[in-house]
Every structure is written in C-alpha cells, then in structure tokens.
C-alpha cells in the first residue's frame, strides 16, 4: 500500500463503524501503519464488535518485534486488554526489554494477570531490582492487587527504603524517584490496612524537600487521616503554594467547611480556587452556601464563572450580569466558557448577549458558539 493509498485508506476509516476491522484487513505494512490499525481495532472491540479479536492479538505480537520502542508501548496496551496466555507471556517477555519504557508499560500491564502465578513472581522479583524505576512500578502493581499476604513482603521493603539516607539528602539522580517509590510503598500497606505506618508518613510533613512534603500531604488526604493542627498551621504559611493548598486541605478535614472561609476571598489565586474546588467536592450543603455567596459578592469573575457549572437554581439576573462580563473578558477562554453557558438563561436574553458580544468577537469558535445561541427558538 503506498502513503497515498494510506493515507485515503485512514479518511474513509474515520467514517466507518469498524474501521479498524476493515483498515486492518488491507494492510500489510509495520510501525505506524499497524499501530493505527490496532488501535482502531481496539476502539472496535471496545464497542461491542467481537471479530477483531483474534487480529488484535496477532498484529500486537507482531508489533512487539519492532524496532520503534513506541510501536512495544501500543501493543503492551492492547494485549494486556484482549488477555490470554499468548499475550502474557509476550509481556512477561518484554518485561526485560532494553528499554526502561517498554519494561515500565510492562511490568503495569501484569496487573491485568492478578491470578497468574507467575505475575505475581515476577513482580516480586522485581520489587529486589537494583533499577529504581522498575522498583517503583513493581510496587504500584502490587499495591493495587489488594492481596493481604504481600503485607509482610512490603513492609520489609517499606524498612529497608526507609533506612537510605537519600531519603534526607539533598535530590540528585535517583533520589526523587527512590522517594516515589517510598511513598508508593506507604500507599500500599495503607491500603492494605497497615496503621502502624501513619506517624512516619506524617514526619515527612517536615521533610526539607518540597515534593516529599507534597507526596505526604497528598496521601495523608487520600487516605483520610488527620494530622496534628500545629503542623498543618506551620505547612499553610509555607512558600509553596502546592504545600500550603494540601495543608489546607487537612486542616479542612480537621476543622470543617468553616476553615474554608478565609481562603475563599483570599487575595492570592491558587487558595481561592483550591478552597471553591474542596467546598465543592467535600463541604456539603453548608459548602454550597458558601460558594452560593461567593457567587454574589466575589470579585474573582474567573472563579465565579466556574461555580455556575458546579450550582444549580441560580437566579437569573446573577447569571446574566456575569455571563455579560465574562463574554467581555480579554481572554478567550473566559468568553467560550460563557458563550457555552448561555442556554442557561431565557432564549431571549441570551440572545440579547450573544449579538452584543457577535459585534466585536474575533475567535470563529466564539463566534460558532455564539450563532448557535442565535438559532435558540
């Protein structure tokens, strides 16, 4: 097939249903070619079309005996989804691939394969790896098989990295990585019900690496657990505004919508939004009413534009004046937003804003958005 006849081959594809069962019918070629097959195959397989089956195995195979390490990443995917023994064993294979991409992409793709004995050797293997990188994906995996007798395995590593002094040093090279892995292993036995740990993960609040502290707040959040407030005080006052937001988050867990409060008119943009974000996935109704006031009487009209998505029953003069400034907005990404809220107000004034804002919008998708509003009957 030449690049021309590919290329025409590709258009029709997109307009067919099964396009990838047709595409991969007529090609021959390798690398780009088939990858773009398989996934289409895999989008049909996907979508209920159970034929593709078969070639999506053999053409996976076939792609990982390609030279291009992206084309072994494509195909690890899609034989970790179709499954079996031929497919497992190509990716126990290419868990020693030369290159450390397509040994990561395959050592994740054995958590599709949790009742196979020789995944779970495998990744135990791997859990001793001197590579830090392979490490650190072996451990993810096996966190996430939810298996109570990997406890005792994990702690023993969980001892062994908290022993590195590398975890207290200045990072370099593999430190940063060697403190993923550290977390990850937290992140395992916590899941696993392990308690004993959460006074250790709650010291690296103190750690005098900025990402450590971050990857502690995170899981401490993830997992619910509370944290002394003296602490959380000293972390919220912290240069880093990503230390100050996760502080605040904990200190939300502690003290309640409430603690929100302050941050949400606070003149610094991040905490602003941070503090709409949780008040919205975590604060409850008393959360909504706070947000509800915010809407009235913010001055951030960014944020205020955002909470119109995340509330419902709002009046429709508080829409309309802040559609009408946020469709006046100097960035784009203001006005399409508002543009696309329009259908929330009466047809009539909807309109009345989208001609306004016709006159003088220069972005042709604005203007797209804005003609459909036009249409409204």
């Not at 020693?96 to 050592?107: G, H, N, P, T």
């Not at 001197?130 to 650190?136: A, D, V």
């Not at 502690?216 to 919220?236: D, F, T």
């Not at 909504?288 to 429709?316: C, F, V």
Request: aromatic share 6%.
């Amino acid at each position: 097939m030449t690049e021309k006849e590919h290329v025409l081959k590709k258009k029709e594809c997109f307009n067919n249903e099964h396009d990838g069962y047709s595409y991969m019918k007529n090609i021959t070629g390798t690398g780009f070619q088939v990858v773009d097959g398989v996934n289409r195959l895999y989008a049909a397989k996907i979508s209920g079309d159970e034929r593709p089956e078969k070639q999506l195995l053999l053409k996976s195979l076939e792609i990982t005996k390609a030279g291009d390490p992206f084309d072994r990443l494509s195909a690890i995917r899609i034989l970790a989804q179709v499954g079996g023994e031929e497919a497992f064993q190509r990716i126990i294979e290419l868990v020693d691939d030369k290159e450390l991409m397509v040994r990561a992409s395959a050592i994740h793709a054995l958590e599709h394969f949790p009742d196979d004995p020789l995944a779970l050797e495998t990744l135990l293997r791997l859990l001793k790896s001197e590579e830090i990188e392979e490490k650190w994906c072996a451990v993810v995996v096996l966190g996430r098989l939810h298996e109570k007798s990997l406890l005792p395995v994990l702690m023993d590593e969980l001892a062994i990295a908290l022993r590195s002094k590398r975890l207290w040093e200045t990072f370099e090279n593999n430190e940063e990585m060697h403190a993923g892995c550290v977390m990850s292993l937290f992140d395992a036995v916590l899941t696993l019900g392990e308690k004993s740990v959460i006074p250790q993960i709650i010291s690296f609040l103190e750690h005098p690496e900025p990402s450590m502290v971050l990857d502690a707040a995170r899981l401490l959040i993830q997992h619910e657990i509370k944290v002394p407030r003296e602490i959380l005080v000293s972390l919220s006052g912290n240069e880093n505004s990503e230390i100050q937001n996760n502080a605040a988050s904990l200190l939300a867990e502690t003290e309640g919508v409430e603690a929100w409060k302050d941050a949400l008119y606070s003149q610094e943009y991040s905490k602003r939004h941070h503090a709409a974000r949780l008040l919205a996935e975590r604060g409850g109704s008393e959360g909504k009413q706070l947000l509800r006031k915010y809407l009235e009487d913010g001055d951030d009209l960014e944020l205020r534009l955002s909470l119109l998505t995340q509330l419902e029953a709002i009046q429709n003069d508080l829409l309309f004046s802040i559609l009408e400034a946020s469709l006046a907005h100097h960035w784009p990404t203001m006005r399409f937003r508002a543009a696309a809220q329009l259908f929330r107000i009466p047809a009539q004034e909807a309109k009345s804003l989208a001609q306004e804002a016709l006159q003088d919008e220069p972005d042709a998708l604005i203007r797209k958005t804005l003609e459909r509003v036009l249409s409204l009957q």
